[in-house]
Nanobody, 120 residues
Framework: QVQLVESGGGLVQPGGSLSLSCAAS????????MGWYRQAPGKERELVAT???????DYADSVKGRFTISRDNAMNTVYLQMNSLKPEDTAVYYC??????????????WGQGTRVTVSS
């Protein structure tokens, strides 16, 4: 059993900043990658940013230069610093982890989601 617990999010004005965090716990053998996805009303869930255990990162074009993903590998925690927020960043943000629970079995896990609203 693996759990992802998110924190952060909330209401912020355009141009403001927010920080999200997500801690993975439970039966974790090795984390492959952790990251963030988001889903706006009426839209499909989309990648925001991911970071693998080798340090490689991937960002959606829409957030490059504004959002920064970081990880604490020892704590199985991922962070998302969001700056220069825009109304179009409004969405429910979901933490994602791809990890092994033993030497051979891996799976993908999701957090419960945290809402980010960018509005004046």
């Amino acid at each position: 059993q693996v759990q992802l617990v998110e924190s952060g999010g909330g209401l912020v004005q355009p141009g403001g900043s927010l920080s999200l965090s997500c801690a993975a716990s439970g039966n974790i053998f090795r984390v492959v990658a952790m990251g963030w996805y988001r889903q706006a009303p009426g839209k499909e869930r989309e990648l925001v940013a991911t970071k693998n255990s080798g340090g490689g990162t991937d960002y959606a074009d829409s957030v490059k230069g504004r959002f920064t993903i970081s990880r604490d590998n020892a704590m199985n925690t991922v962070y998302l610093q969001m700056n220069s927020l825009k109304p179009e960043d409004t969405a429910v943000y979901y933490c994602n982890a791809r990890l092994y629970t033993d030497y051979v079995n891996w799976d993908e896990y999701w957090g419960q989601g945290t809402r980010v609203t960018v509005s004046s």
